[in-house]
């Protein structure tokens, strides 16, 4: 048996050290603004779900770009397990943040499960550009430009899911 191609074995790591960056970047600011609302006398849990938002909102729209994209290069199976390792470190930040702010357990249940959903159904979505569009290069920017737009659209429409 042949060894997976090279592109196949670095995705992985290559979206693995995107979400860390994404939960690094949401930490930072997490903690920095805790320690603003802490020295004004406000409200912590506020700041903690504020947090949390926008972690899950940059995670969803790099997925949005990239997923499909993958998907396009590669095949559904290596985009979909790329968009879970992209989700999944954020995942230990997210569980400090909702314990630490007022949200419900269940509306943010509910979100991580639909980024779960996403990281799965995306991929076919380039997959399916790819065998209807016959060339990888065309397929690629088509996704691409679905992707943005998919992040787009999230960005306008975050108030139905928070």
Do not use: K, N, Y
Not at 19 to 29: D, S, T, Y
Not at 42 to 67: E, F, G, K, P, Y
Not at 129 to 140: E, M, P, Q, V
């Amino acid at each position: 048996m042949a060894p997976p191609p090279p592109a196949t074995t670095a995705v992985p790591a290559l979206a693995f050290a995107a979400g860390a960056c994404v939960a690094a970047a949401g930490a930072l600011w997490w903690l920095g603004a805790t320690r603003l609302a802490l020295a004004a006398d406000a409200d912590t849990a506020r700041v903690a779900d504020q947090a949390w938002q926008a972690i899950w909102i940059a995670r969803a729209m790099v997925l949005a770009v990239l997923s499909p994209r993958l998907a396009s290069w590669l095949a559904w199976r290596p985009a979909a397990a790329a968009g879970i390792v992209l989700l999944a470190p954020a995942w230990p930040l997210a569980v400090l943040m909702g314990s630490a702010g007022g949200a419900v357990l269940a509306p943010a249940l509910r979100a991580e499960g639909l980024l779960l959903a996403a990281a799965v159904v995306l991929p076919g979505l380039g997959q399916g550009l790819r065998r209807l569009l016959r060339r990888g290069s065309l397929a690629d920017s088509v996704a691409t430009l679905l992707g943005v737009g998919l992040a787009l659209g999230l960005w306008h429409g975050r108030h139905l899911v928070f």
